[in-house]
């Protein structure tokens, strides 16, 4: 009898708005994409994992499953597999291990996720296949934790969207404790997704950046908490919740020195602007949540600095196209910009990129490639064929 053979898609994300404020505990609001990570995979009887990658730039690897996996070369594709077989194997002993064969349609280093994709689709194959189940709060929040093994300091959105997305809903993620609520986007609503074709690469050169901001807003918030007079500890909800935006930046300008005030600006404002974008997609209010998506960049770029000219052209070339709204999305130093407009816009708005950033550099052919409609899709599944 031929084995069943498993499948597990896991889908890339793009963040609509709250963005490099997961890891201050603040709520963000990302979707699910269509575009995914695929893993055909069968049970290995022995704790090794076999990954052959239908991708020809990446090697094939292979491991064995423990407590304390060591990691392969940092950027090896491999490592997102180790960092989720590491994750379970210390809360699940003896798990064995699986043959699995991995594609996927997510574009690599754009800010998409296709790194988480690629953790959580292979974590949900080895649980399947040694007939293991979690909860799903619980393997979100255990997967958020896991992806650290690679060297970032990132929060849990991209696991728990990847996880736990609704089809057609974007969800407002809050940690501690992890919650997903989901919200309809509204029919009329087109986001559309664009590639700046400079790579983001969160385990190469952009590790340092990126993990530099954890650290800043964290001495930021000690800080301010001090001259409020609050706990050490209290987290950045907690400050929110202590007084208001406006005396929170007052205090900040007093206390804080260097880049501190323009970091914690971001976090407190982008904060902010989560609670509004939710209620504006639940009110279908385009021209207000596209006000905040601009918002958002600009903080982005100017207090966060994470931006690149390449994602700030692209922002404004959308703009000027007839994007109600555009900002760099995920954890941005290369990497895609989100735009939204009304779906009979989108035509125009592609047509301009291609005719105004994509062809000057040489890319007008694949603008199929760079560019597409973000539908908003369900989280990540197992099935049989
Ligand atoms: P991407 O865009 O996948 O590099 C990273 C973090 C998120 C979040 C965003 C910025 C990981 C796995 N992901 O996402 O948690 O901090 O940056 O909002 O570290």
């Known amino acids: 009898m031929t084995p069943h053979v498993h499948v597990v898609r896991a889908p890339g994300r793009v963040n609509l708005i709250g963005e490099h404020i997961d890891y201050c505990g603040l709520s963000v609001l990302p979707m699910a994409l269509r575009r995914s990570v695929r893993i055909q995979f069968h049970p290995r009887s022995d704790r090794e994992m076999r990954l052959v990658n239908r991708d020809p730039r990446f090697a094939p690897s292979a491991f064995a499953v423990s407590e304390s996996i060591p990691p392969a070369a940092a950027g090896d594709w491999g490592n997102y597999a180790r960092a989720a077989a590491q994750a379970l194997a210390q809360r699940f002993p003896d798990l064995r291990g699986v043959n699995a064969l991995v594609e996927s349609d997510l574009p690599i280093a754009a800010g998409l996720s296709s790194s988480s994709a690629l953790l959580v689709a292979m974590a949900l194959a080895m649980l399947h296949a040694n007939g293991v189940s979690v909860a799903s709060l619980e393997l979100m929040d255990l997967l958020g934790r896991g992806e650290r093994y690679v060297g970032t300091a990132g929060g849990g959105m991209d696991q728990a969207?990847?996880?736990?997305?609704?089809?057609?809903?974007?969800?407002?993620?809050?940690?501690?404790?992890?919650?997903?609520?989901?919200?309809?986007?509204?029919?009329?609503?087109?986001?559309?997704?664009?590639?700046?074709?400079?790579?983001?690469?969160?385990?190469?050169?952009?590790?340092?950046?990126?993990?530099?901001?954890?650290?800043?807003?964290?001495?930021?918030?000690?800080?301010?908490?001090?001259?409020?007079?609050?706990?050490?500890?209290?987290?950045?909800?907690?400050?929110?919740?202590?007084?208001?935006?406006?005396?929170?930046?007052?205090?900040?300008?007093?206390?804080?020195?260097?880049?501190?005030?323009?970091?914690?600006?971001?976090?407190?404002?982008?904060?902010?602007?989560?609670?509004?974008?939710?209620?504006?997609?639940?009110?279908?209010?385009?021209?207000?949540?596209?006000?905040?998506?601009?918002?958002?960049?600009?903080?982005?770029?100017?207090?966060?600095?994470?931006?690149?000219?390449?994602?700030?052209?692209?922002?404004?070339?959308?703009?000027?196209?007839?994007?109600?709204?555009?900002?760099?999305?995920?954890?941005?130093?290369?990497?895609?910009?989100?735009?939204?407009?009304?779906?009979?816009?989108?035509?125009?708005?592609?047509?301009?990129?291609?005719?105004?950033?994509?062809?000057?550099?040489?890319?007008?052919?694949?603008?199929?490639?760079?560019?597409?409609?973000?539908?908003?899709?369900?989280?990540?599944?197992?099935?049989?064929?």
């Open 161 to 385: 969207i990847i996880l736990g997305a609704r089809a057609g809903c974007a969800s407002r993620i809050d940690f501690h404790p992890l919650r997903l609520t989901p919200t309809a986007v509204p029919a009329g609503w087109q986001f559309i997704v664009a590639w700046s074709l400079v790579h983001a690469e969160k385990s190469g050169a952009a590790r340092q950046a990126y993990n530099e901001r954890p650290r800043q807003c964290d001495e930021a918030r000690r800080l301010v908490a001090a001259r409020l007079g609050q706990r050490e500890d209290i987290t950045y909800p907690g400050l929110l919740g202590a007084a208001s935006v406006e005396q929170l930046l007052e205090l900040a300008g007093a206390t804080l020195s260097g880049v501190l005030p323009r970091r914690f600006r971001h976090v407190v404002t982008e904060g902010t602007r989560v609670v509004q974008a939710e209620a504006a997609m639940a009110a279908g209010d385009l021209a207000a949540f596209a006000r905040l998506l601009d918002a958002s960049h600009q903080s982005l770029r100017d207090d966060y600095e994470v931006s690149h000219p390449e994602l700030d052209r692209l922002v404004e070339l959308a703009r000027e196209a007839g994007a109600a709204g555009a900002r760099l999305t995920g954890a941005g130093f290369g990497g895609s910009i989100v735009a939204l407009c009304r779906v009979e816009r989108a035509p125009e708005v592609v047509a301009a990129l291609r005719e105004r950033f994509y062809a000057p550099r040489g890319a007008a052919d694949e603008v199929g490639r760079h560019v597409f409609m973000a539908e908003p899709s369900a989280g990540a599944e197992v099935m049989r064929t």
